[in-house]
């Protein structure tokens, strides 16, 4: 199988392309700085791509986009976090379009940001979207792949919540403080946390590929979704450091602006209904066992 893949050197692409390989599949990367053999040139920002060496592949992951959590939101931060994600997807999906081959399936990233700040809402694929800059982001992602859509491509759009991983993304950004003994609670501590282990944001991707049913927008997070307060705690008692100093959202928004309300201080209860009901089983469904293998505990 021949899978064409973007943000492949990033932290979840990285992880997908080593299990692909292991199942014999033949991979390339679309890259802005092409180094190897494999890689295929783009540059989103200008709207340029190497049309020409996409024809043919089985299948494409597309994972690029410009880091949401990279820093505090001013409007240019703002305007490239949604341009690489609207106007890449877009391009990707009219250059996949025009190709005499074009692939059987587009595996596009999105986020539960999609359903925006929803208290204590259990939602799912079936839910309404919520509004916020995330939630507009993430709609206009989404659509943005409707030229590959209309050719007959079957295009997914995996929902993910924050992938937890010690390489990157947020527990590597919480380990250093909680094992200060600096952890606690952020605002309420009543806020919901979807998550999902990186394993299962890999299995999830894999389990799409060779799903040919589903299409659409696919939850992937973990069934297990919890409070802030017990995320903290738990982590907190595997690191058997004390998690007493807590983040009030004031100081929150002080040091993040918009941002903060967007990734730390939102409501988000998400529920993967249809990765379940397709026949996906969670190698990490509950928080307590995916943060102990993650940290290396017995």
């Not at 009030?248 to 990765?275: K, Q």
Request: with cysteine.
């Amino acid at each position: 199988m021949r899978i064409l893949i973007s943000g492949a050197r990033g932290l979840l692409g990285s992880a997908l392309g080593t299990r692909l390989r292991a199942q014999g599949a033949t991979l390339s990367a679309l890259t802005r700085r092409p180094c190897g053999e494999h890689d295929i040139g783009w540059d989103p920002e200008r709207g340029s791509i190497e049309a020409s060496d996409l024809d043919g592949f089985d299948a494409v992951v597309h994972l690029a986009g410009e880091n949401i959590a990279g820093g505090r939101w001013t409007a240019r931060r703002k305007q490239r976090i949604e341009h690489s994600r609207v106007a890449g997807t877009a391009l990707l999906a009219r250059t996949l379009a025009a190709q005499p081959t074009p692939p059987a399936i587009l595996v596009c990233a999105s986020a539960i940001g999609w359903y925006g700040d929803r208290d204590d809402v259990l939602l799912d694929e079936t839910s309404a979207p919520g509004d916020g800059f995330l939630a507009q982001v993430c709609r206009a992602w989404e659509q943005a792949a409707d030229a590959a859509r209309a050719r007959g491509i079957r295009v997914v759009h995996l929902r993910f919540g924050a992938i937890l991983a010690r390489e990157g993304g947020l527990l590597a950004r919480l380990l250093p403080p909680f094992r200060l003994g600096l952890g606690g609670v952020v605002g309420s501590g009543r806020q919901w946390l979807s998550w999902i282990a990186l394993a299962d944001a890999v299995g999830a991707i894999c389990h799409t590929l060779a799903t040919p049913g589903l299409a659409g927008a696919i939850n992937a997070v973990a069934p297990g979704a919890v409070q802030n307060r017990s995320f903290t705690r738990t982590l907190g008692r595997l690191l058997r450091r004390p998690t007493i100093i807590p983040l009030p959202a004031p100081l929150a928004r002080l040091a993040l602006g918009e941002l903060a309300d967007a990734l730390l201080l939102a409501s988000t209860r998400v529920r993967p209904a249809r990765l379940q009901a397709s026949g996906y089983a969670f190698a990490w469904p509950e928080l307590a066992p995916a943060l102990r293998h993650l940290l290396g505990h017995a």
